[in-house]
């Protein structure tokens, strides 16, 4: 079985810097693009970032370009997201994503990142 | 970049009665769409993926129909435990994935 469990959010000012992590098991993470996806508080979803499986190709939404590096560690299946100068508009739940495409979409639980002074 | 828009924005409907969500797609994603459910406080649940296969645990009353741009999902007698928000994902052309704005179904 699938299993996501986002870590590392919180509470953070303005400007400041947040480290995300991803823990995955029951897949070959090693074999799998990886993504990050955020929902502001009483808003809809937005796509974030993705990872190759090997950490040679990734992407990032215009929104977070040059202030978010995505990376991995496969032998510790484990994916981040390193976010800097964060904005109040970067308040959102971050939530890492598996697909396969043929069997489905798997989301972890989520991890609150909250940008206020 | 694909844009989704879904209709209607709020959808009141009696216990037992059917459900009728919409989702288009301003081009062609083929089958590549996904519904998700969403309550208060928890992660998108995935209902349906490839427009119209049910994802594992999903009860039989949820379908989903369409390909290229129209694309619905059908609660067929709606629970009290339905009520949520509902959206639609493209995956088709990607980077990056996107997502209807929502359709939050309540009961009437």
């Known amino acids: 079985e699938v299993h996501l469990v986002e870590s590392g959010g919180g509470l953070v000012q303005p400007g400041g810097s947040l480290r995300l992590s991803c823990s995955a098991s029951?897949?070959?993470?090693?074999?799998?693009?990886l993504h990050w996806v955020r929902q502001a508080p009483g808003k809809g979803l937005e796509y974030v970032s993705l990872?190759?499986?090997?950490?040679?190709?990734?992407y990032y939404a215009d929104s977070v370009k040059g202030r978010f590096t995505i990376s991995r560690e496969n032998s510790k299946n484990t994916l981040y997201l390193q976010m800097s100068s964060l904005r109040p508009e970067d308040t959102a739940v971050y939530y890492c994503?598996?697909?396969?495409?043929?069997?489905?979409?798997?989301w972890g639980r989520g991890t609150l990142v909250t940008v206020s002074s | 970049e694909r844009v989704m828009t879904q209709s209607p924005a709020t959808l009141s409907v009696s216990p037992g009665e059917r459900a009728t969500l919409s989702c288009r797609a301003s081009q062609s994603v083929s089958s590549n769409l996904a519904w998700y459910q969403q309550k208060p406080g928890q992660a998108p649940r995935l209902l349906i993926y490839g427009a119209s296969t049910r994802a594992t645990g999903i009860p039989a009353r949820f379908s989903g129909s369409g390909s290229g741009t129209e694309f619905t999902l059908t609660i067929s007698s709606l629970q009290s435990e339905d009520v949520a928000v509902y959206y639609c994902?493209?995956?088709?052309?990607?980077?990056?994935?996107?997502f209807g704005q929502g359709t939050k179904v309540d009961i009437k």
């Open positions: 029951g897949f070959t993470f090693s074999r799998y693009t």
């Open positions: 994503v598996h697909t396969d495409y043929s069997s489905g979409f798997y």
């Open positions: 994902q493209q995956y088709d052309n990607w980077p990056p994935w996107t």
């Open positions: 990872i190759s499986n090997n950490g040679g190709s990734t």
